[in-house]
């Protein structure tokens, strides 16, 4: 696989990887990345900018990687408007990301097929090196989404036995 499909694979697709640290102690790799975006609209009044304000380092927890947990260093850009009358800053958006969160939509995903997979907290909790928290709340952040895809649609195909309504 040439570098750039790997690198896709492991990351989201706006990114790019500057380098890779593993930290043993915690069983962690730490994934360096920077996005390789050149313009960006913005979300105030729509206008298409190239010009970049500054940065911003977020760290997002992603679905773990070989039995290790797999943390994303996002190098984020901060556009600045350059329409007449707007000029604000903003910091532009990856796939994958929610916008404020802290966690990968795919680690969501694979939390909730692990939670249908293992009968306990623990299995899941060894399986994907987070705490039980963030477990709950993904979980059932999830089961909402399902759920209200399910109500949306008229004709479900599949019905759970454990389902009452
Ligand atoms: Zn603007």
Same mark, same amino acid.
């Given at each position: 696989? !040439?570098?750039?499909?790997?690198?896709? +694979?492991?990351?989201? !697709?706006?990114?790019?990887?500057?380098?890779? =640290?593993?930290?043993? =102690?915690?069983?962690? +790799? *730490?994934?360096?990345? +920077?996005? %390789?975006?050149?313009?960006? @609209?913005? !979300?105030?009044? #729509?206008?298409?900018? %190239? @010009?970049?304000?500054?940065?911003?380092?977020?760290? *997002?927890?992603?679905?773990?990687?070989? =039995?290790?947990?797999?943390?994303? /260093?996002?190098?984020?850009? $901060? @556009? $600045?408007?350059?329409?007449? #009358?707007? /000029?604000?800053? @903003?910091?532009?958006?990856?796939?994958?990301?929610? /916008?404020? #969160?802290?966690?990968?939509? $795919?680690?969501?995903?694979?939390?909730?097929?692990?939670?249908?997979?293992?009968?306990?907290?623990?299995?899941?909790? %060894?399986?994907?090196?987070?705490? %039980?928290?963030? *477990?709950?709340?993904?979980?059932?952040?999830?089961?909402?989404? /399902?759920?209200?895809?399910?109500?949306?649609?008229?004709?479900?195909?599949?019905? #759970?036995?454990?389902?009452?309504?």
């Amino acid at each position: 696989m !040439p570098d750039q499909d790997l690198t896709r +694979f492991i990351l989201l !697709p706006k990114l790019q990887l500057a380098r890779m =640290e593993r930290v043993a =102690e915690t069983r962690t +790799f *730490i994934f360096h990345c +920077f996005t %390789n975006t050149k313009t960006a @609209f913005c !979300p105030h009044c #729509g206008l298409e900018t %190239n @010009f970049v304000h500054d940065h911003r380092v977020v760290k *997002i927890l992603d679905a773990p990687h070989a =039995e290790h947990r797999k943390l994303l /260093k996002i190098k984020k850009k $901060r @556009f $600045r408007c350059t329409g007449l #009358g707007c /000029k604000k800053v @903003f910091t532009e958006s990856i796939g994958g990301i929610h /916008k404020h #969160g802290k966690t990968t939509e $795919r680690l969501k995903k694979e939390v909730l097929y692990l939670c249908d997979r293992y009968a306990n907290m623990k299995g899941v909790r %060894n399986h994907l090196k987070i705490g %039980n928290k963030t *477990i709950y709340k993904k979980h059932y952040e999830q089961l909402e989404i /399902k759920w209200r895809e399910r109500k949306n649609d008229p004709w479900p195909k599949t019905i #759970g036995i454990d389902e009452h309504s």
